[in-house]
């Protein structure tokens, strides 16, 4: 099937570097050879969301659901200014989409952006694959079999790259408090910030969104009540930069990370980050709250994660992924930082665990009444 109903069929394939080879067609902008790590994400719905999540730069996304693109497309649910996934791979391209929110269909879309796509691909055989072997690199297009398997080969994955500066704003901007009145400002460092998580931060204040490459003292000449550590793309350890600048804000005024910035603000407390074998990337992953013993179901998206056995002493592990014991959050009390692994704003996703940005707002309260920051 086509991104555009009457389309002709091109027919293409994807090549992973240990040789596996899949049929299928082409579909979204077509090129010759695409190249990605290859990783699976089991949403049921929100692909839009995921495809235009930044932190799945350097990476082609495969759906385990096999069924994508029922509901279309719309100009509101893009979590960044646009796409930076290197493609898409699914079962079946919805034929016909049907939404009242839909103003446009998933085929079109990934053409519109330049992300090429493959569908009719055996994505159970393929995601069997990447959890038997983890994630792995890929090439997929119109190109030969061995031009393809050539490329995946050379494809590095996340390895050895900074992918975070080809994501990150190249300029600061603001997000507007959605209560005027609010009087907090709040500094996000955008490593890869999606939408919906600057849109969370707003419902506290003023966000002044920052390049990942922003110092510590650039950022604490703003004055801000806290610190916000986004998602992104990549190995934690290519951004030594980011670490450096946490280092600088910590025991300055409140923290708090998610994803990327958890992973981040780790190194920064000198503990290590390592790669799992196919990460998580789904809608439903169980986590378990140490501090009060609530399971929350959680978004995910990543391939790293912090090795607590390597936390510094200060530091405690508040949360726990249940399905492999990954360590999904930490916080550091006496130095008022906290970050999570998994995705409290969601989109797409359960919102159990939202009620993380309210304790970031608890956060940057106490230490204003404290007079450790400003409010
Ligand atoms: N969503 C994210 O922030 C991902 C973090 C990191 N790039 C990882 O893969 O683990």
């Known amino acids: 099937m086509t ?86 791979i699914v079962r079946d391209l919805a034929r016909r ?69 080809t994501v990150t704003t190249p300029v600061g901007y603001t997000v507007q408090a959605t209560d005027p009145a609010s009087r907090r400002t709040i500094v996000a460092i955008d490593f890869g910030m999606k939408r919906n998580i600057a849109n969370n931060l707003a419902r506290f204040g003023r966000v002044e969104v920052v390049p990942a490459t922003t110092s510590a003292g650039d950022i604490l000449a703003m004055d801000p009540s806290g610190v916000f550590l986004s998602n992104g793309p990549g190995d934690p350890a290519m951004s030594p930069y980011a670490v450096d600048t946490i280092q600088g804000l910590l025991g300055e005024l409140p923290i708090f990370g998610i994803c990327l910035g958890h992973q981040l603000l780790s190194r920064a407390i000198g503990a290590d980050t390592v790669k799992l074998p196919f990460g998580h990337h789904g809608g439903n992953h169980p986590v378990k709250n140490l501090l009060d013993q ?36 930490i916080r550091v009390e006496s130095e008022r930082a906290f970050s999570v692994q998994h995705h409290p704003e969601a989109n797409p996703g359960p919102h159990d665990a939202n009620y993380l940005f309210d304790q970031f707002a608890d956060l940057m309260d106490a230490s204003a009444s404290t007079g450790k920051a400003g409010a």
Request: charged share 15%; glycine share 12%; with cysteine.
């Open 294 to 329: 609530r399971i929350e179901i959680t978004s995910q998206n990543h391939n790293f994660a912090v090795d607590a056995s390597t936390l510094p002493s200060n530091a405690e592990m508040t949360h726990i992924n249940l399905n492999d014991d990954v360590c999904e959050g």
């Open 3 to 88: 991104g555009k109903t009457g389309n002709a069929v091109t027919e293409g394939a994807l090549v992973l570097a240990d040789g596996s080879v899949f049929e299928g067609e082409l579909i979204g902008a077509h090129v010759p050879v695409s190249t990605g790590e290859v990783v699976f994400n089991t949403v049921l719905s929100g692909y839009q969301e995921v495809i235009s999540d930044p932190s799945y730069a350097g990476q082609i996304i495969t759906f385990t659901y096999p069924h994508i693109g029922n509901y279309g497309i719309n100009a509101t649910d893009f979590e960044s200014v646009g796409t930076f996934c290197r493609g898409v």
């Open 97 to 165: 989409h049907s939404n009242f929110r839909a103003q446009s269909d998933l085929g079109s879309m990934l053409f519109q952006q330049g992300v090429p796509g493959i569908a009719g691909i055996d994505t159970r055989r393929l995601t069997r694959l990447i959890r038997d072997h983890g994630a792995v690199p890929g090439a997929f297009g119109s190109a030969s079999e061995s031009e393809l398997l050539a490329a995946a080969q050379a494809e590095p994955g996340t390895d050895g790259v900074d992918l975070v500066k």
